[in-house]
């Protein structure tokens, strides 16, 4: 039987990649997006994915944008949070604003993407919920206060949901990526992102699809003794 797969910021980066490997492991993926109309309609046109738009800090929104998934693709038994953005600034810098949209995004995303679906998921005694935290929510970074808090605070929720899904055949994983070649990484000032691939013992970004991998593999009715976990996939760069 098809699984259904929800994969937020699914049409571009690293969620591009993961909408692409578990459709390849005969998944119904629906992808979400926020703003990027073109970027959304072309991976759609090469991929057959379906894109919704949405904006994950709402609950709202989200509430109504899952319901329109599962009437369309069936109810959803895989849910991947991975839409996340960046306002990076040193902390003396960092305004209110920059906080707050972080927050909304990466943290308060993550509990509107997993709590609508979480009932049908219990009452089915299945799921799989993959949230996508970050090495810098592990180690913290230099600019990113408001980032490493929200990721930092993905492996609370992850740890947390592990407990409370688990009697339910529900898991629930983190993956923490290090620093991979997406549009994201590429907009820090080149000098620092130098700096940064010189401290990744394999010398290179990660590959988008090398996430995906991990994705695909927690998503797998096969991984189900794998609960609560965090996988490092970061070239070396940071051990736990
Ligand atoms: N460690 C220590 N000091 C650092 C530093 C670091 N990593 N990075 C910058 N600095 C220092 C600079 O040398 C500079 O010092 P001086 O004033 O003595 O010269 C100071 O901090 C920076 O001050 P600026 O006023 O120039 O800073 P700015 O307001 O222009 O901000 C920045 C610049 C936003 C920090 C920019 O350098 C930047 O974007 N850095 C990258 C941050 C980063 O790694 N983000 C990760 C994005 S990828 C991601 O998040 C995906 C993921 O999950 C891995």
Known sequence: MARTALVTGGSR???AAISKALKDQG??????????DDAAAKFTEETGIKTYKWNVGSYADSQAGIAKVEAELGPIDIVVANAGITRDAPFHKMTPEQWQEVIDTNLTGVFNTVHPVWPGMRERKFGRVIVISSINGQKGQFAQVNYA???AGDLGIVKSLAQEGARAGITANAICPGYIATEMVM????????SIISQIPTGRLGEPEEIARCVAFLASD???FINGSTISANGGQFFV
């Open 149 to 151: 808090a929200t990721k």
């Open 13 to 15: 980066g690293i969620g």
């Open 187 to 194: 907009a820090v000032p080149e000098k620092v992102r130098e």
């Open 27 to 36: 998944c119904n993926v629906a992808a979400t997006y926020a703003g990027n």
């Open 222 to 224: 096969d991984s189900g």
